[in-house]
C-alpha cells in the first residue's frame, strides 16, 4: 500500500517568515495529493490540493510543488503570521481511492 | 450547509461497554470515511464508504468493531466492547467523488 513520510515533524518560525512541509509518497499511481491544517480541538481542514499532471499551485499564500519523478512534494507558507499556526497533514491518492495521510508537522509561528 | 456532522463530541465511557458514535455526511456526498487520531499512530482510516456500501476495512482494528452506513445521510461507528486502548478522536469525513474530504469536528473517546 501507500506510503507517505513528512518531514519536519515540527517547525518554529518567526512571524513574516516562510515555512516549508515536504512529503514523500511511495505509490507510482498516486495522483492526487491535498493539504490539511489542523486547529486544536477541530477536523482537519483541506487547505490546498494538486494533481499528478501539474507540478506547481498557488492559492495567496500558499502554494505547493509537486515532483513525480523523485515522488515528493512539498507545502511553502510565504509571510507567516501566528494565526498559521496548526498542525498540517499532507497526503496521497488514487483515483476513488482511499487518502493515506503523513504523520503531521506542528507549525508554530512567534509573534 | 452545516458540514459533516458528529456525535456526541465527547464520550467517557467504562472498559467492557458499548460506544457508538454517528456522523452526518454533507447532504450529496457519496463517500464517507471513519479516521481515528491518536498521537502514536496518526491519523488511521478504518473505513469507508461509497453510495452506503462498505469499500474497504482493512483499517478496522478488529472484530469488536463495526460500522454501517442504512443511508446517505448516517452512519455509526460502533465498538463493543470496548477496551482502554480504543481511547482516541474519530473522525468522519465525506466527500464528493473521493478525493476533498471534509472531516468533522471528531468524538473524543476516553474509555477508563
Known amino acids: 500500500g501507500e506510503n507517505v513520510e513528512q518531514h519536519p515533524s515540527t517547525l518554529s518560525v518567526q512571524e513574516g517568515d516562510s515555512a516549508v512541509i515536504k512529503c514523500t509518497y511511495s505509490?507510482?499511481?498516486?495522483?492526487?495529493f491535498p493539504w490539511y491544517k489542523q486547529e486544536l480541538g477541530k477536523g482537519p481542514q483541506l487547505i490546498i490540493d494538486?494533481?499528478?499532471?501539474?507540478g506547481e499551485k498557488k492559492d495567496q499564500r500558499i502554494a505547493v510543488t509537486l515532483n513525480k519523478t523523485a515522488k515528493h512534494f512539498s507545502l511553502h507558507i510565504t509571510e507567516t503570521q501566528p494565526e498559521d499556526s496548526a498542525v498540517y497533514f499532507c497526503a496521497a491518492s488514487r483515483a476513488a481511492g482511499k487518502s493515506t495521510f503523513g504523520d503531521g508537522t506542528t507549525l508554530t509561528v512567534k509573534p | 450547509d452545516a458540514g459533516v456532522i458528529q456525535s456526541p463530541r465527547h464520550e467517557v465511557t467504562e472498559m467492557g461497554q458499548e460506544v457508538t458514535l454517528r456522523c452526518k455526511p454533507i447532504?450529496?456526498?457519496?463517500?464517507l470515511f471513519w479516521y481515528r487520531q491518536t498521537m502514536m499512530r496518526g491519523l488511521e482510516l478504518l473505513i469507508y464508504?461509497?453510495?452506503?456500501?462498505?469499500?474497504?476495512d482493512s483499517g478496522m482494528p478488529e472484530d469488536r468493531f463495526s460500522a454501517k452506513m442504512p443511508n446517505a445521510s448516517f452512519s455509526t461507528l460502533k465498538i463493543q466492547p470496548s477496551e482502554p486502548r480504543d481511547s482516541a478522536v474519530y473522525f468522519c469525513?465525506?466527500?464528493?467523488?473521493?478525493?476533498?474530504?471534509?472531516f468533522g469536528s471528531g468524538t473524543q473517546l476516553s474509555v477508563l
Open positions: 447532504s450529496g456526498h457519496d463517500y
Open positions: 464508504f461509497n453510495n452506503n456500501v462498505p469499500i474497504d
Open positions: 494538486i494533481r499528478s499532471n501539474v
Open positions: 505509490d507510482s499511481a498516486s495522483n492526487y
Open positions: 469525513a465525506s466527500s464528493l467523488g473521493s478525493e476533498k474530504l471534509f
